[in-house]
Each structure stands twice: as structure tokens, then as C-alpha cells.
């Protein structure tokens, strides 16, 4: 009966949603994702009887990565479009957008296992996927402290959903707690699959100065930490988040000097930094930019609408990490590193002078989640 109803105020959800969905197609965001989600478009059933991953966004796709890796035949379906551009350049997986739940009665085939990542609790994908696939798997899952009164609201919702879910594998012992409250059963905590992290160094950088990396920027950051920095004793290279920003950002820089475009250095295995002002405006530069750092100063986390970005990068090489307060995205995350220095523009030379190494706390066992995967 409950599901019944829940189908039938989708499918209403639906209908009243259609002509903002309609609106949306337009935009570029949501070209791919709301025709394949809403309307089916150029989003068939996986073909092969496999092991099904599911993840929302890039983030989430990303982390997925070692996991899929060691699978020779994964089908992989994602929320975004940004989720969808990262997983087609997986080897050996069919990716698909997840359609809208009144679709996936219809979508669902037999799998191996469904494996679905951190907080993606829809109903019917875990009540259709628990009919047709062995095992049903919540992986990374979390319940934040934040969020945690939400859930519980609804725990009698939470538990018709978790007794569809045949195994959790949870972030830490906290989020097992409240797992567990909300109807959660066979959870185990294996830690952050985020903190996982295999780079492999393309560019070896020769630099001249004390080196400060500044990470992941966004509007109005380049200019707000160049400012209180001494940029006589470091060299400093500012990497922004997103490329449409290149050129804005190398104006911005110009103020405060000379800069160098990584872009215009010769492209050779090594590269010598002689510059103190230098904009990194190529992508797959930074974790090249990590290695040889002094310092990281991490963006995203300097103004109030972006919530921080992933300290484990940084803390792979056990780099100083500097950030500022707004971390709200990826407090889980900063709960896995030592000796982050949280700190205010006008205290970040002082904040460098008394930086620490970093320190990853749990590293994620990658096989044992696989073996997981595989034989519950």
C-alpha cells in the first residue's frame, strides 16, 4: 500500500514539475541530464548482468574511480552532468543518467550487486534493485550532524528504505550511531573512500623561493589572499577552480606584479618556476603543484557560498594546508586530516609561519571494499 502511494505523489510530483523541466532542457547545466532522467532520452537499461554503481555528482564519481578500477565490467549511472562528462572517461563501464523513480520499475534489470554512494536514499531504486539485483549496497554513507534532526523526522521513511538495503558501509562510528537509529542493519564503518587517493606525478616543478600553492580559488579569493601575502620571500602559484577564469584572474594577478602563465612555460618533465607571480591556467596541473609546494592555501573556503574543497590532495603530500572558515561542504573531510590551520585573511602569514605537515588519519582499505562488492 505504502508504495502504491509513494509511486502515485511521484508521478503527481511529476506532472506539475514538467514545464519547469521543460524550461530547464535550455540550459546548459541540464542539457544531458533532465532529457535522459525525465524523458528517457538516449538513456536505455544497462545491458550487461554486472556490478551497478551509483554515485550523484563528480565528487562522488571521482571516488568511485579506484573502486570501478578494479572491476574488468562495471555499469556506472549518475545524478549530474558534471558526473556524467567524469565517468565516460572510465575504462570498461557503461554510464547512464538514473532516471526519475517512476521510471526505474521499468529500467531496473537484473545486476550483481547495486552499490550506491554516501546519501543517495531513493525508495524505489533500493525497493526495485532489491527485487532484481543479489545484494544492495550503501557505500561512504553519512548522516552529518547537521542533518541528522532532519532524518529524523522521517526515520519511519528511512527505515522502509533501509530494509531494502542489504549492507552499509559507513564513514566513521558516528554515522554508524545514527545509522543504525534509522533503521540502518549490517553497517560497518570502513571509513572516507575519499580519502583514497593514488596521484601519479606528470611534471616535476623546480622551484626558487619558498613555494605557496593557492588551490582551488574562487571569485574574489585571488585578490582577498594575494593581499596578505608577502610576496618577496615566496613564490606563489594561484590555480583557480575553474578555467572560464583564467583570463580574469591573470588580470587580477597583474596588480600585484609579474606573472607567469603555466600555460606559456615549456612543456618538458621538468619546470623550472622562476617567476614569484604564476597562474596556473591548465588543468591536471595541481596535484604536480602539490608535490612540490611549502604550503597550500586552500580556496572555496575564503568566502561564504562555497563551502571548502577536498583537503586530501594536500594532505597526501603532507603539506602545511591554510584554509579559511567556510567549510561547511567538507567538514567530513577535514575531520580526516591533521594539523589544517583554520584562519582569517589577515592572519595567514602568521598562520604559515606556524603550519604543520598534514597527516591523513584512516586510509581506506580499497580491497576490502571490493571484496565487500563481491561477496557481502
Not at 68 to 79: H, M
Not at 363 to 368: G, H, L, R
Amino acid at each position: 500500500m505504502f508504495t502504491l502511494i509513494y509511486c502515485f505523489f511521484a508521478f503527481f510530483l511529476y506532472l506539475i514539475s514538467l514545464p519547469f523541466l521543460l524550461f530547464l532542457i535550455f540550459k546548459d547545466k541540464y542539457k544531458k541530464s533532465i532529457p535522459a532522467r525525465f524523458f528517457l532520452y538516449n538513456n536505455p537499461p544497462f545491458k550487461e548482468k554486472t556490478y551497478w554503481f551509483h554515485a550523484c555528482s563528480l565528487g562522488e564519481t571521482r571516488a568511485l574511480k579506484p573502486i570501478i578500477e578494479k572491476f574488468e565490467k562495471v555499469n556506472l549511472s549518475v545524478i549530474t552532468n558534471t558526473g556524467y562528462e567524469e565517468a565516460k572517461k572510465y575504462k570498461n563501464t557503461d554510464v547512464r543518467f538514473l532516471p526519475y523513480e517512476i521510471f526505474l520499475p521499468f529500467w531496473i534489470k537484473p545486476c550483481e550487486s547495486l552499490v550506491v554512494m554516501e546519501a543517495e536514499l531513493w525508495y524505489c531504486l533500493f525497493l526495485i534493485a532489491k527485487k532484481k539485483c543479489k545484494k544492495t549496497i550503501l557505500l561512504n554513507a553519512r548522516i552529518s550532524e547537521k542533518s541528522y534532526p532532519k532524518y529524523l523526522k522521517f526515520k519511519w521513511f528511512y527505515k522502509k528504505i533501509f530494509k531494502n538495503i542489504d549492507i552499509v558501509l559507513a564513514q566513521s562510528e558516528e554515522d554508524k550511531k545514527r545509522l543504525l537509529s534509522l533503521g540502518a542493519k549490517n553497517v560497518e564503518v570502513v571509513g572516507n573512500i575519499k580519502t583514497y587517493f593514488n596521484p601519479k606525478i606528470t611534471t616535476k616543478y623546480i622551484k626558487q623561493k619558498p613555494l605557496i600553492v593557492v588551490a582551488s580559488t574562487h571569485k574574489n579569493e585571488e585578490e582577498m589572499i594575494l593581499k596578505n601575502l608577502n610576496l618577496k620571500n615566496y613564490q606563489v602559484v594561484v590555480v583557480p577552480r575553474h578555467p572560464e577564469r583564467f583570463d580574469e584572474v591573470y588580470e587580477i594577478m597583474k596588480k600585484f606584479g609579474e606573472v607567469k602563465r603555466i600555460s606559456d612555460m615549456k612543456k618538458e618533465k621538468e619546470i623550472i618556476l622562476e617567476e614569484n607571480l604564476i597562474l596556473c591556467n591548465k588543468m591536471g596541473e595541481l596535484i604536480n603543484l602539490y608535490n612540490v609546494a611549502d604550503i597550500v592555501i586552500l580556496g572555496g573556503s575564503f568566502v561564504d557560498n562555497i563551502g571548502g574543497h577536498n583537503p586530501i590532495e594536500a594532505a597526501f603530500f603532507n603539506k602545511p594546508i591554510i584554509s579559511g572558515k567556510y567549510i561547511f561542504n567538507q567538514k567530513a573531510l577535514y575531520r580526516e586530516v591533521e594539523n589544517i590551520e583554520i584562519c582569517n585573511l589577515e592572519d595567514i602569514m602568521k598562520c604559515i609561519k606556524n603550519a604543520k605537515p598534514t597527516k591523513i588519519k584512516n586510509k581506506i582499505d580499497i580491497d576490502y571494499i571490493v571484496e565487500k562488492v563481491k561477496n557481502g
